[in-house]
């Protein structure tokens, strides 16, 4: 079952374009990528640690990269991502959140 769009996904989105063109995209690949008819979590919850993740991005935040790796190979351990969609994913957020963005945390 693929990701339902409500309406607190997209204020989400429209703020992070606002500060982050760029994260906004990036949360709107890895939306669709998600395999979200596998978790044993709710969607809602899912959505909230995604968005916090690349708020830290957008914002240039030391070690955000990093966090949100760790958070995703919890997605790829779960089979809800791709080992080679997390690749992209991750050097997507690299560029756009710079070099402090992918130190260590």
């Known amino acids: ?11 989400r989105i429209e703020c992070l374009r606002n500060v982050s063109p760029g994260c906004a995209d990036l949360a709107g690949r890895i939306t669709v990528a998600l395999r979200t008819e596998i978790l044993n ?8 640690s ?7 991005i957008a914002a ?7 966090r949100l790796g760790i958070w995703m190979c919890s ?5 809800v991502l791709l080992i080679h969609e ?3 994913f991750l050097s ?3 560029a756009i959140g710079g070099a402090s963005s992918s130190e260590s945390i």
Do not use: C, K, W
Not at 41 to 48: D, G, K, R, S
Not at 60 to 66: E, I, L
Not at 75 to 79: I, K
């Open 86 to 88: 997390v690749e992209i």
């Open 41 to 48: 979590i709710p969607t809602a919850t899912l959505m909230q």
């Open 75 to 79: 997605l790829v351990h779960a089979r």
């Open 50 to 56: 995604l968005f916090d993740h690349l708020d830290a």
């Open 92 to 94: 997507d957020a690299t």
């Open 60 to 66: 240039q935040h030391s070690g955000s990269v990093t």
């Open 1 to 11: 079952m693929p990701f339902t769009i409500t309406n607190p996904y997209r204020l």
